[in-house]
């Protein structure tokens, strides 16, 4: 790691103006920003940020894409059933436990320190080596992070890396995908090793051990099986379903809206410019997904032709960025362009001629978090669950414990938005959960930052331009 030296740049959260808009990506990752629509909702082009789009070992961003409304879908089947968390599961040969089961509530957390990446780097982002220890440079692109187990999780757009913490000296390994600049494919049904995608923009971990994944330009969903043992397989789920260039422009692949079985759903809305953005998974594993191309809420069920229903519709000018499922419920996190907001999603009460009934704003509101200035947004980018609680990141720099009545339990960490590491401050050393300076970039298509937890330990991942890095915080 390179020697550390730290600006003081304090940025307030009143300079942000942030329209996170639903990026797609084509074969160039050099694509140009667009302008938001009024009100910061959908946009032709949308803000590219430091991690929006499919990006290239240098970092750089291609376009982004525009939501649109769709029809109403098919009524749900097999909606998720109520559970309070996941419980641990074989992976298979070679596997891992499952994800933490339920009693991993949490009521504050203590100490966060470095776990991995290098958040004083700002050289180009070459490729990574596999093998290299867990703060080696170059750092891996910071994405969506999961835990199986003993073994972390963490996507970089093209790729899936992976490490077994339970080892003396972890090391970072990767898993599938492969970082392309241009002339990429979708391909699942293979081994790992074998597998790539165009630009994955989520993953989330089931109670049973596999890996799921969405694929924004591929318009597929996947799951990985056996990601920690010898078996590790990629599964086409729902969507495209072959081996399949990349499209550039005319994204997504599997172009439409369409439920019904897994080899047949359609993502993206007619005409495309929009794909399935967000996931999240139930305790006996039913995939739910946000598309932003027709904004729509959707279940993939278990059952063997992976049966895909719509479960909500949500507004189109509404940035998703990020997806939970606690008690029967979803709850989807984001912005619109003037609040913050949560939205339940109730699947059992969903109803085709009255496709929004079911979906509710359990808040909406610009000064919903006392952390943040009065006036200003706290920008909330993600949303994961302790079996009890949500638990909730924003772009202002901090993470929270909420109640799915919207009540404000709890500030797990984070001290307010940074743009840069105070002078007195070292990243790379302990710090109470709640003095960490978590710098990351303040307008991120990508949905950043990305947070999870397992076994009590809350993972952040961000970072800034090519400073991307993961925080582990110890929590109780």
Not at 27 to 38: E, K, Q, R, Y
Not at 391 to 408: E, L, N, P, Y
Request: hydrophobic share 35%.
């Amino acid at each position: 790691m390179k020697s550390i030296t730290l600006l003081a740049s304090l940025a307030a959260v009143s300079a942000i103006s942030l329209a996170v808009a639903c990026s797609s990506d084509s074969n160039s990752n050099n694509g140009s920003a667009g302008s938001p629509a009024a009100g910061g909702g959908k946009s032709d082009a949308g803000d590219t940020g430091e991690n929006g789009g499919k990006t290239s070992a240098g970092g750089k961003t291609s376009t982004a894409g525009k939501s649109s409304t769709g029809d109403a879908g098919d009524t749900a089947s097999g909606a998720g059933d109520t559970g309070t968390g996941a419980t641990g599961g074989d992976t298979g040969e070679g596997g891992d436990t499952g994800t933490p089961s339920t009693g991993t509530a949490i009521t504050s957390c203590t100490t966060g320190k470095l776990f991995e990446g290098d958040p004083t780097y700002d050289q180009d982002l070459t490729p990574a080596t596999d093998g290299q220890a867990l703060t080696a440079d170059p750092p891996v692109r910071n994405q969506a992070v999961a835990v199986i187990g003993t073994h972390f999780f963490v996507n970089t757009d093209q790729e899936i890396w992976t490490t077994d913490m339970s080892v003396s000296k972890p090391k970072l390994n990767h898993l599938a995908g492969k970082e392309m600049d241009s002339g990429g494919f979708i391909n699942a049904g293979v081994a790992c090793a074998d597998t790539t995608f165009l630009s994955v923009r989520d993953i989330a971990a089931t109670a049973d051990g596999k890996l799921v994944l969405v694929d924004y330009v591929a318009g597929a969903v996947i799951e990985i099986t056996d990601p920690t043992g010898a078996n590790c397989k990629s599964n086409y789920v729902a969507g495209t379903h072959a081996k399949t260039a990349d499209p550039g422009s005319d994204y997504p692949l599997a172009q439409g809206d369409m439920d019904g079985p897994g080899a047949d759903a359609l993502f993206g809305g007619v005409g495309g410019g929009g794909g399935i953005q967000k996931v999240a998974v139930d305790p006996d594993g039913n995939i739910y997904t946000w598309d932003n191309g027709t904004g729509k809420f959707k279940m993939i069920a278990t059952d063997t032709d992976r049966t895909v229903s719509t479960i909500g519709q949500g507004s189109a000018d509404d940035n998703i960025n990020g997806l939970t499922f606690l008690n029967g419920k979803l709850y989807a996190v984001g912005v619109d362009g003037t609040n913050d907001f949560l939205i339940e999603v109730d699947p059992s009460k969903y109803k085709k001629a009255t496709p929004k009934g079911n979906v509710s704003d359990v808040y909406r509101a610009r000064d919903h978090f006392s952390d943040v200035e009065s006036g200003h947004q706290a920008q909330t980018m993600q949303v994961f669950n302790d079996g009890e609680a949500l638990i909730i990141s924003g772009q202002s720099g901090f993470v929270w414990r909420v109640a799915t009545d919207g009540t404000v339990l709890k500030t797990l960490a984070g001290s307010g938005t940074f743009i840069d590491f105070t002078s007195d401050f070292d990243p790379t050393a302990s710090h109470a959960a709640t003095d960490w300076e978590l710098v990351s970039n303040l307008s991120n298509s990508a949905g950043g930052p990305w947070i999870t937890l397992a076994d009590k330990k809350l993972y952040w991942s961000g970072g800034i331009g090519t400073a991307q890095y993961t925080v582990q915080f110890n929590c109780q």
